[in-house]
């Protein structure tokens, strides 16, 4: 009977589903190229987080609007930053902003759609989709916005108005999913031996939307670098650093003496992470759908 109730709890996925989502990854051609191109950005952070580069990004190495050289690689802006040196530094970030949003919105989302699918018809996922239904039906970029300038002060005011939108759309396909696993034979057993729902859920139900999950975490990702960059070059995101945001704010200035070379470098970096991204996001929902796994 034992062994008969530890099948039943037992993940349902097939053990085969994961290795066969590798091996369709490794074979797909672009998202490999855009996994590639996103690791050698991570480089690029991971130098700065640990200070072996970009240190110099704040002081002022050159001349004003010093054009491109040996010593700086973009040139520099109008009071003689690298803009080289910026770029980079603007790289950890974007990271910085892209992982904090994707993990956190990715595990709100995951969790409160758990609940509303698992309590599905009760005043918990009537209250989870009224709050989904407000949030959605507000303009993305004016509700982030407003959050944000509600929150000016505080350093965290840009993630948690990013964090306070993202987790919709997690947390309606967590809750569909969970809505059919509901009914398997596993959650079945679980309750007929009084496991509570909350370990149920947590234990059992959540980590059989890890597909899900992982997926919405690289959209999460690009997202929040847009919306990072949008809401710095309005003034309401990163204050005290440095990002591609700020870079092109800052080249607003510059245009009518003939220099783009904020721009460029700015638009280029934030082009090359975002396209790369997307090419390694979408390689990986094919490679994790059930439906194309298991054909």
Same mark, same amino acid.
């Given at each position: 009977?034992?062994?008969?109730?530890?099948?039943?709890?037992?993940?349902?996925?097939?053990?085969?589903?994961?290795?066969?989502?590798?091996?369709?990854?490794?074979?797909?051609?672009?998202?490999?190229?855009?996994?590639?191109?996103?690791?050698?950005?991570l480089v690029a952070a991971l130098g700065v987080w640990l200070g072996l580069w970009a240190t110099e990004w704040a002081e002022i190495t050159g001349s004003k609007w010093a054009p491109v050289s040996a010593?700086?690689? =973009? %040139?520099?802006?109008?009071?003689?930053?690298?803009?080289?040196?910026? %770029?980079?530094?603007?790289?950890?970030?974007?990271?910085?902003?892209?992982?904090?949003?994707?993990?956190?919105?990715?595990?709100?989302?995951?969790?409160?759609?758990?609940?509303?699918? =698992?309590?599905? %018809?009760?005043?918990?996922?009537?209250?989870?989709?009224?709050?989904?239904?407000?949030?959605?039906?507000?303009? $993305?970029?004016?509700?982030v916005a407003a959050v944000a300038f509600a929150l000016a002060d505080n350093p965290w005011s840009m993630h948690v108005a990013m964090i306070a939108t993202f987790w919709t759309t997690t947390s309606r396909?967590?809750?569909?999913?969970?809505?059919?696993?509901?009914?398997?034979?596993?959650?079945?057993?679980?309750? /007929?031996? %009084?496991?509570?729902?909350?370990?149920?859920?947590?234990?059992?139900?959540?980590?059989?939307?890890?597909?899900?999950?992982?997926?919405?975490?690289?959209?999460? $990702?690009?997202? /929040?670098?847009?919306?990072?960059?949008?809401?710095?070059?309005?003034?309401?995101?990163?204050?005290?650093?440095?990002?591609?945001?700020?870079?092109?704010?800052?080249?607003?200035?510059? $245009?009518?003496?003939?220099? =783009?070379?904020?721009?460029?470098?700015?638009?280029?970096?934030? $082009?090359?992470?975002?396209?790369?991204?997307?090419?390694?996001?979408?390689?990986?929902?094919?490679?994790?759908?059930?439906?194309?796994?298991? /054909?």
């Amino acid at each position: 009977m034992n062994a008969v109730i530890a099948d039943a709890l037992a993940d349902p996925t097939p053990r085969s589903l994961w290795s066969a989502a590798v091996r369709k990854l490794a074979r797909d051609r672009a998202g490999l190229i855009g996994l590639a191109v996103v690791l050698a950005y991570l480089v690029a952070a991971l130098g700065v987080w640990l200070g072996l580069w970009a240190t110099e990004w704040a002081e002022i190495t050159g001349s004003k609007w010093a054009p491109v050289s040996a010593e700086h690689w =973009f %040139g520099t802006n109008i009071i003689g930053q690298d803009i080289f040196q910026r %770029g980079i530094y603007s790289t950890a970030t974007a990271f910085e902003v892209g992982l904090v949003v994707a993990v956190l919105a990715a595990a709100l989302g995951g969790v409160l759609g758990a609940l509303a699918g =698992f309590f599905v %018809g009760s005043w918990i996922d009537e209250l989870i989709l009224w709050a989904m239904g407000v949030l959605d039906a507000m303009p $993305f970029y004016l509700l982030v916005a407003a959050v944000a300038f509600a929150l000016a002060d505080n350093p965290w005011s840009m993630h948690v108005a990013m964090i306070a939108t993202f987790w919709t759309t997690t947390s309606r396909l967590v809750r569909g999913e969970v809505i059919k696993l509901r009914g398997m034979e596993f959650v079945e057993a679980a309750r /007929a031996i %009084g496991v509570p729902p909350t370990v149920t859920i947590f234990r059992h139900i959540l980590p059989n939307t890890t597909h899900i999950l992982l997926v919405q975490m690289t959209l999460a $990702f690009v997202d /929040a670098i847009k919306a990072e960059v949008i809401l710095s070059f309005l003034g309401l995101g990163v204050k005290g650093g440095m990002s591609w945001g700020l870079m092109i704010s800052e080249s607003t200035l510059e $245009f009518l003496g003939g220099h =783009f070379n904020n721009l460029i470098a700015a638009s280029c970096l934030m $082009f090359g992470l975002v396209y790369a991204f997307n090419m390694f996001a979408d390689a990986l929902q094919d490679a994790l759908d059930p439906k194309q796994v298991s /054909a």
